[in-house]
């Protein structure tokens, strides 16, 4: 016998036909019980809202100064509240208050009641009531809830699903005897053992669910299920691809023939092909092939190879920066692409290109080879340098790159600083390593609010023929979001770093030193100015660097929030000189726009100490994106 599917969080109740039949009762979209309605008359024959529209009535046409809620915790109290009418019309520095409707409050009820059934109260009572409040013809909106006895489950029953998976799934389930019923739990309950079958192999798995009224009020919730068979995965078919890329994508999906079908295997798939970068839709399904056999097939669409681009615009501490680079994706066929492109800011300018040749050994390893020239223009120094690096890029995944590579540069120095001996190497041949790599794990790449970010980078230029300037270097940095009430975000960075000469150099080259200061580092100082200057002031840099950061983001109005930052940090110009006494620190406020390119945003940081005494006591910085 096969169930016909059920939509998630769909609940309902079963009832006999004429003959003799099981009929679905649904409730679209929300999780009603049949009582819910017979209660709400049997036990509130003189309704609340009644009495709330009268006295509501009276204050018709007055300023609603404020709104609370009463009855309710306060984490129920919030949710609630985001979903009403009144509070959502009282905004935030609004001279003009919104008018009271008893029409407006008499919807809100009506809202508050679906809400609480939805959340396990159905029972529920709600009025509101109006209270003067300072100023004239204002008043202050008051919901008051009665939540009654909670709808409890008093079993969860699952039948028909395959033996190993039963304790699973009750593990899994945020579904407990004796918890409050939810529509949220019941609808992830159904995603969670809907998913078990699946990951397990049982591809066309059918879940019905049904809650069933108990006498006490409380509920019954069964889950009855048709696994069907076991399939495992066959072949590999691809659509919409050019005859030269269908190979790549087949050794880019690398799912073996014969393994258990998962839908975590679809996922990776769709992943693996989009890291390619090749095409603009990717779609990833199953089809039937023998028996218990499915075959993957890769829908594809692919984008446009050759791409201009020409960009000019603010860039935080660069100021001014403009770019143009060409590229095709494919221009040595199977998806090996080239590129060229210069950029320039007042400090930095380059120009360079690069090939690369995807799934190189490893199904996601990008090799590639590039040729760059770099100028930089620093107060204390000027360095032109040509480089030339072969190179691989490993993406275990959509949000982790790990990258290593070697690079042969000529190095050519500048010394415009008056301060004696501070950059004795001028540059020369250098040959290093580097090992780099980086987890996203924030929930939105522009703006997150949750999640974390890491990084890390370790430089080796051992001495020999093959470098003028050996040096070591490693640097790290760790970012973390955590979402608080009413849409804060708490924000935190850590960034520490540490290089050395080795060999007979008696320096680092300027370009291998540790720079701090900035919009986007240590906001008590302007760009570069933390840590070791000249007698003009120019930035020396050093050999170790540590930077911390805390921040909370909290919403205004509009598309306008708020921050408020603490930073600290400290440049040394030794790696023996390192003392946390020397540790520089500010705080500040800032505001931000949510723009579609991120956040624009203004910060000033007021310093708290005094190590650099010539180092102005405030700075602003207008700046796009969040400092991390």
Do not use: C
Not at 152 to 165: I, M, S, T, W
Not at 302 to 319: K, M
Not at 459 to 483: K, M, N, R, V
Request: hydrophobic share 40%; no cysteine.
């Amino acid at each position: 016998m096969r169930f016909p599917p059920n939509r998630a969080g769909a609940a309902f109740f079963t009832e006999p036909t004429e003959d003799g039949a099981m009929a679905d009762v649904r409730f679209p979209g929300a999780i009603l019980f049949l009582f819910v309605a017979a209660t709400l008359a049997v036990l509130a024959p003189a309704s609340p809202s009644v009495a709330a529209s009268r006295e509501i009535e009276g204050y018709k046409g007055w300023n609603v100064a404020e709104f609370r809620i009463e009855g309710v915790d306060r984490d129920l109290a919030a949710r609630l509240q985001r979903g009403l009418s009144v509070p959502s019309r009282i905004k935030r520095f609004r001279v003009n208050r919104p008018l009271l409707y008893p029409s407006i409050v008499e919807e809100d009820l009506r809202r508050t009641r679906l809400f609480l059934a939805r959340n396990g109260y159905p029972y529920a009572r709600v009025g509101a009531r109006a209270e003067i409040v300072g100023g004239y013809r204002n008043v202050r909106v008051v919901l008051t809830v009665d939540p009654g006895p909670a709808a409890r489950v008093a079993a969860f029953d699952l039948e028909g699903f395959p033996a190993p998976l039963d304790p699973i799934i009750r593990e899994r389930s945020p579904i407990r005897a004796g918890d409050v019923f939810t529509e949220d739990a019941l609808s992830e309950a159904t995603h969670t053992a809907r998913e078990t079958l699946k990951e397990n192999g049982y591809a066309d798995a059918v879940l019905e669910s049904s809650v069933e009224r108990e006498g006490d009020g409380s509920v019954r919730v069964l889950f009855r299920a048709d696994p069907g068979p076991v399939f495992h995965l066959g072949g590999v078919r691809v659509e919409g691809a050019s005859e030269d890329l269908v190979p790549l994508v087949r050794k880019t999906i690398t799912v073996p023939r014969g393994v258990l079908y998962s839908p975590e295997r679809i996922r990776e798939a769709g992943d693996a092909i989009r890291i390619l970068q090749l095409f603009r839709r990717i779609r990833v399904e199953t089809a039937p092939a023998d028996g218990d056999t499915l075959d993957l097939v890769a829908a594809l669409a692919e984008r446009r190879h050759r791409t201009v681009s020409v960009d000019i615009g603010y860039w935080t501490d660069d100021l001014l920066r403009g770019s143009a680079r060409w590229e095709h994706r494919n221009l040595l066929r199977r998806g090996r692409g080239g590129a060229i492109g210069v950029s320039a800011s007042r400090y930095r300018q380059n120009a360079g290109g690069s090939l690369w040749w995807p799934a190189l050994f490893l199904p996601r390893l990008r090799g590639d080879l590039s040729l760059s020239a770099t100028r930089e223009w620093e107060e204390s120094y000027d360095l032109l340098s040509l480089s030339f690096r072969v190179g691989g890029t490993h993406r275990p995944s959509l949000r982790s790159t790990l990258s290593a590579g070697v690079s042969l540069s000529r190095v050519d120095v500048n010394v415009t600083t008056d301060a004696p001996d501070a950059f004795v190497e001028e540059g020369g041949i250098l040959g290093a390593f580097r090992l780099e790599g980086k987890r996203d794990g924030g929930n939105d790449r522009l703006d997150p609010t949750a999640g974390t970010v890491a990084f890390f980078a370790l430089e080796w230029s051992p001495p020999g023929p093959w470098t003028d300037s050996p040096y070591a270097s490693a640097e790290a940095s760790l970012a973390g979001y955590h979402a608080a009430p009413v849409g804060a975000v708490l924000a935190a960075r850590a960034g520490i770093g540490i290089a050395r000469p080795l060999g007979d150099s008696p320096d680092l080259l300027p370009n291998k030193r540790f720079y701090s200061g900035g919009a986007n580092t240590m906001r008590g100082f302007r760009r570069r100015k933390l840590g070791p200057l000249d007698d003009e002031g120019a930035p020396l840099g050093g050999e170790a660097k540590a930077e911390f950061s805390v921040e909370a983001r909290f919403p205004l109005f509009w598309r306008f929030r708020g921050a408020f930052f603490a930073d600290a940090g400290q440049v040394w110009s030794r790696r023996d000189e390192i003392d946390w006494r020397d540790m520089e620190a500010a705080i500040g406020p800032g505001m931000m726009v949510r723009t579609p390119v991120g956040p624009i945003r203004a910060d000033v940081g007021f310093r708290l100490t005094d190590k650099e005494k010539d180092q102005p006591g405030w700075v602003f910085h207008l700046s796009i994106g969040n400092p991390y």
